[in-house]
Structures are given as structure tokens and as C-alpha cells.
Antibody
Framework: QITLKESGPTLVKPTQTLTLTCTFS??????????VGWIRQPPGKALEWLAL???????RYSPSLQSRLTITADTSKNQVVLTMTNMDPVDTATYYC???????????WGQGALVTVSS | SYVLTQPPSVSVAPGQAAKITCGGS??????VHWYQQRPGQAPVQVVY???DRPSGIPERVSGSKSGNTATLTISRVEAGDEADYYC???????????FGGGTKLTVL
């Protein structure tokens, strides 16, 4: 049974760096073709893909946000970490992590973590 | 960047069929996936690779694709189908995972 869960701060100030952790179970990020991605959703708005890391440590980033994003994995802890620099109120959103094989779909999702950016 | 276009809303009476479209340039060459998101919940995959259903998704949910448009069809709509629905593709040209703007399905 695959499960994922996001954790991190619920409130960050503008210009700060956000660090979110995705802790998963039921699969290994060392298995060929497995990936874990991050997707966010501002309140009342659409889903937006942010970043993805593969079993071989290959990383992919949203072209529009890649200068602010870093994704890393700790396979021994079954965790994937996303950092986003220079946070702004427009980054207020629910952040999801999700499991995928090769290029998709995102077949298992975490429950999401709401992050508010405010001074 | 690649764009997927969905109607903002679709309304249908119980028992009728709902069709939600997803348009994109050369979408015929891409695999299209669909997600259902009920209020306050995480998205759930309902169709992958245009027309395949994950286990647990009822047969009345189906997907298709023709030309530059993919379609999610929900037959015999029930109150529990009321949700937001998103299409998604992988844009290999830019290594970008793209979501449509979402469609709110309202059951009248």
C-alpha cells in the first residue's frame, strides 16, 4: 500500500525559504522508473507541477520556477525534500507530493500541506 | 509552454452523461491523464493513458481522444461525482508536467 505525507511549516514570511518534506511508504525510490513529484494548488485555483526526482537522482523542474526550486531525496529515510526560495504571498497554496512511474501519471498523492505566506 | 484548455464548468442532471473536454496542440501525440478532486481532498487518478481506469474506478467513467481534444465521460452521473476534474500530460519537448485549468462538475 503506497502512502505519502507532506510536512513542513504552515506559515512562512515573504522572502523566506520554504522547506517541505514528503515521507512515503509502500515503495522504494531506489526502484527503476520510480519518481516522486511536487504539485501545488493555490486556494480556488488549478494544480501546478513544481518538481520531480527519479530513482537515479535525475531531477526535473518547472521551467517557470526552476531558479527557486531544489528537490532532493534521502532513500534511507524514504523522504523527498523540496525547497523554494524567496517566498511571496502568491506562493500561498496547498503543496502535494505524489508517486509516479516514468513520465506519469501521478498515481498516488499525499493529503497535501497548506502553506501560507504572510508577514 | 504547453497549454491544456478545459471548460471552467459543466452541469448535468443526475442520471445523464457528463462530458469534460481537454484541448491542446498535438495532444494526439501525448498520453492524457485525468484526476478527480472533491472539495477539501487531494486529487485522485480516474483515467490514465487516455482511456485506462485504475482499479476501483467504476466503468461508467471513461476517457477518449480525437484530434486535438481529449474527453472524460461520466455516464449515469451521481451526486457523488460532483467535483473538480483536471487533465494532465507530460510535455516531452520541455520536460514539463502540465495540468489543465480544471472543470467544476455540478450535478443539478
Amino acid at each position: 500500500q503506497i502512502t505519502l505525507k507532506e510536512s513542513g511549516p504552515t506559515l512562512v514570511k515573504p522572502t523566506q525559504t520554504l522547506t517541505l518534506t514528503c515521507t512515503f511508504s509502500g515503495f522504494s525510490l531506489s526502484t527503476t522508473a520510480v519518481g516522486v513529484g511536487w504539485i501545488r494548488q493555490p486556494p480556488g485555483k488549478a494544480l501546478e507541477w513544481l518538481a520531480l526526482i527519479y530513482w537515479n537522482d535525475a531531477k526535473r523542474y518547472s521551467p517557470s520556477l526552476q531558479s527557486r526550486l531544489t528537490i532532493t531525496a534521502d532513500t534511507s529515510k524514504n523522504q523527498v525534500v523540496l525547497t523554494m526560495t524567496n517566498m511571496d504571498p502568491v506562493d500561498t497554496a496547498t503543496y502535494y507530493c505524489a508517486h509516479m512511474i516514468w513520465s506519469g501519471p501521478f498515481d498516488y498523492w499525499g493529503q497535501g500541506a497548506l502553506v501560507t505566506v504572510s508577514s | 509552454s504547453y497549454v491544456l484548455t478545459q471548460p471552467p464548468s459543466v452541469s448535468v442532471a443526475p442520471g445523464q452523461a457528463a462530458k469534460i473536454t481537454c484541448g491542446g496542440s498535438n495532444i494526439g501525440g501525448k498520453s492524457v491523464h485525468w484526476y478527480q478532486q472533491r472539495p477539501g481532498q487531494a486529487p485522485v487518478q480516474v483515467v490514465y493513458d487516455e482511456r485506462d481506469r485504475p482499479s476501483g474506478i467504476p466503468e461508467r467513467v471513461s476517457g477518449s481522444k480525437s484530434g486535438n481534444t481529449a474527453t472524460l465521460t461520466i455516464s449515469r452521473v451521481e451526486a457523488g461525482d460532483e467535483a473538480d476534474y483536471y487533465c494532465q500530460v507530460w510535455d516531452s519537448s520541455h520536460d514539463d508536467w502540465v495540468f489543465g485549468g480544471g472543470t467544476k462538475l455540478t450535478v443539478l
